[in-house]
């Protein structure tokens, strides 16, 4: 309270103390007069906020995606898919602080970095990143440890496309490679002031993008070329535990809050819109993934709800700060149908082996997402965004989904055939039927 | 003696273990186990992929008792587990050589 006071005193923070007249006046005044005053201090609530927001995604990745997948896999690999998420979002992070940092949000470049924040050389506690509003800054330091998190859990994402049936060796250094050289680049291309997706007008508001479809197809080109898991096809491979599932998919929901919101930077008006589409779509995506598959399949499931509350989740990561909240029902509704006749019937036709339809929820749901916001962004459709042509921007979100398809596609392509014929990418067939967690890892999850 | 091992419905346990006890008989010995016959398994579906699952959860439950009491018992059986349906199960009914109760070191049928 004291230091409240303080600040309103102090000038900066005088829209707010003056009540609701002045407020109305615009925050214009108030940053023409922070320009004119000292450099802009964080404020306790956006910083409080964005820690939340920023444990709410680790939350999302351990135990989020790990029970997720785990429950997925079979018995005999549950182990090795929740340490493949564990390990991966753990080496994401260490090196998202010693240069991936440095490489996605410094120097001039339009598609790489610098080196001059290398281990974050030069922060302070004292640093300040810019948020969206002028004048309005986050401690750097937060805004580091929340573009960590989300760099190590879209990493973790793509392991979905080829579980069960990769060495844990080759699943690691595959990641070491992709999140350097896919990850970092198509991040600061979207995020970054400077980035080429981001000066060209691309909207991506918390990584339709940088996350879902960057892993998305990431995991595709590994279920291809590592290959599909032994007796695809033949032997029933079901899920092993579906309330791990549910478990997993409802953490996941709770912690895409701090994912979405956060990603506005800010504790503002606007986070309650970016909550509300979140919230909204990702249910219109479970009803309507659950109710297709009792029209079409005979029975509604679990596991297609959870997965259907996945793929809303993932197709308003990039619109969420877009649309209104009617384009995010619409939204929710395709997307559940769409991914369910993805991961049903477009996996079959095209016969790859995509575990955990990686591919099939966050790649499909990706480029829905993405696409919507030129679409139901707009004011027409009841859209806040700011762009004036549907089809202009169709455009521009569509070469960004372009580039992160064929730049991820390849980077995740070349780092496999590296491992392939270096270290290999499968362990025996003998260990795989065993199963990795008894071999790779010398542990079991259960007794029998 | 006579061995009585009945496969029967997981969820028809309950049923077959009063109906049983209605007709005097005072240990049985259930296990779980999978298999098929002329069912064939079922389907499952996970994310609109439908697997046929060839092992179905079945129990097997082990009464063992004197010749005389054998034939009501069967009876019982197959009347509580029947649905009418594939899947309802099987009983094997078989000769018992000898029996001892470990505790007191009776045998024959007093130990059965």
């Keep these: ?448 | 003696m006579k061995m009585i091992t009945a496969i029967i419905r997981p969820w028809k346990l309950d049923d077959l273990q009063m109906a049983v006890a209605r007709l005097g008989v005072q240990g049985i010995t259930v296990t779980e186990v999978t298999g098929y016959g002329r069912q064939r398994g079922h389907s499952e579906h996970y994310r609109g992929s439908e697997y046929q699952v060839e092992f179905v959860p079945k129990l097997r439950v082990e009464i063992v008792l004197d010749d005389n009491s054998s034939e009501a018992v069967v009876e019982a059986i197959s009347n509580v587990c029947r649905t009418g349906k594939t899947g309802d199960g099987k009983i094997f009914l078989a000769p018992v050589g000898e029996a001892v109760r470990i505790r007191t070191r009776e045998s024959g049928a007093a130990a059965a």
Aim: proline residues 3%; contains cysteine.
């Design chain 1, 1 to 448: 309270m004291q230091e409240d006071k303080k600040r309103t005193k102090g000038g900066s923070w005088l829209a707010r103390g003056l009540g609701a007249a002045l407020l109305t006046m615009g925050p214009a005044m108030a940053f023409a007069q922070d320009a004119a005053e000292a450099a802009p201090v964080p404020n306790k609530g956006d910083t409080a906020w964005m820690i939340v927001a920023t444990l709410l995604v680790i939350m999302m990745a351990v135990p989020g995606l790990a029970l997720f997948y785990g429950g997925m896999v079979r018995s005999k690999n549950v182990l090795s898919t929740f340490m493949q998420v564990f390990v991966i979002f753990s080496i994401g992070t260490v090196l998202w602080v010693i240069y991936g940092y440095s490489f996605a949000f410094n120097g001039p470049g339009e598609w790489f970095g610098d080196t001059s924040r290398f281990l974050l050389k030069g922060l302070t506690a004292d640093s300040n990143a810019a948020t969206f509003t002028k004048g309005v800054v986050i401690p750097e330091y937060v805004f580091v440890v929340f573009q960590a998190t989300f760099a190590a859990i879209t990493t973790a994402l793509a392991v979905g496309g080829f579980a069960e049936r990769t060495k844990f060796s080759a699943v690691l250094l595959w990641a070491v490679i992709w999140f350097t050289f896919s990850y970092l680049p198509i991040a600061r291309m979207v995020w970054y002031s400077e980035g080429y997706l981001f000066k060209l007008g691309a909207l991506d508001y918390a990584g339709g993008t940088v996350v879902h479809i960057n892993a998305g197809i990431a995991g595709l080109v590994g279920a291809l070329i590592v290959g599909k898991r032994t007796g695809y096809g033949t032997t029933p491979m079901p899920p092993h535990n579906i309330p791990y599932v549910m478990m997993g998919a409802s953490l996941l929901w709770a912690g895409w809050f701090g994912f979405n919101v956060g990603s506005g930077l800010e504790a503002n008006n606007f986070a309650g819109l970016v909550f509300l589409n979140t919230y909204v779509c990702t249910a219109m995506a479970a009803v309507a993934w659950s109710f297709g598959e009792w029209i079409f399949k005979g029975k509604p499931t679990m596991l297609g709800a959870a997965s259907g509350a996945i793929a809303g989740l993932v197709a308003i990561t990039p619109s969420c700060g877009v649309v209104g909240p009617s384009g995010a029902i619409i939204l929710g509704l395709v997307v559940g149908l769409v991914c369910l006749w993805a991961c049903a019937s477009l996996k079959k036709m095209l016969g790859y082996d995509d575990s955990l339809d990686v591919f099939g929820v966050h790649c499909i749901g990706g480029i829905l997402g993405a696409l919507s916001c030129a679409i139901l962004g707009h004011a027409s459709m009841g859209g806040v965004g700011t762009f004036e042509s549907i089809g202009t921007q169709l455009g521009i979100q569509a070469t960004g989904v372009g580039i992160t398809l064929v730049w991820s596609g390849l980077v995740s392509a070349i780092a496999f055939y590296l491992i392939k014929f270096t270290i290999g990418l499968r362990p025996s067939e003998d260990v795989e039927r065993e199963g990795l967690d008894t071999n790779e890892h010398g542990e079991r999850a259960y007794d029998n």
